[in-house]
């Protein structure tokens, strides 16, 4: 059973950093690309980033030079580290792969 659970995430003000991990279990990770994704209430779930299973990564041109993405293959682990945090930036992050997604986790980023 593919099963991808969150961790991280809260509340900063504008400028600060925060981080969101995934610990994936029950498929082969380290085959897999894996990708984040958010979500603004009323809105549609956009694309953040993803990172292939060779380590590659691209992002949306919204988060560029600001969010990383990396992975333990052996851990079996994702994570995504956010940096100059904007409001505009507050909305539940998602992790996905292996046609599954996280639980989300809520970024909040106040003025």
């Known amino acids: 059973q593919v099963q991808l659970v969150q961790r991280g995430g809260g509340s900063v003000h504008s400028g600060g950093s925060l981080f969101v991990s995934c610990e994936a279990s029950?498929?082969?990770?380290?085959?897999?690309?894996m990708s984040w994704y958010r979500q603004v209430q009323g809105k549609e779930r956009e694309f953040v980033g993803l990172?292939?299973?060779?380590?590659?990564?691209r992002y949306a041109d919204f988060v560029k030079g600001r969010f990383t993405i990396s992975r333990d293959n052996v851990r079996g682990t994702l994570t995504l580290d956010m940096n100059d945090l904007k409001p505009e930036d507050t909305a539940v992050y998602y992790c996905?792969?292996?046609?599954?997604w996280g639980q989300g986790t809520q970024i909040t980023v106040s003025p």
């Open positions: 996905r792969g292996a046609d599954s």
């Open positions: 029950g498929f082969n990770f380290g085959r897999y690309t």
């Open positions: 990172i292939t299973n060779t380590g590659s990564t």
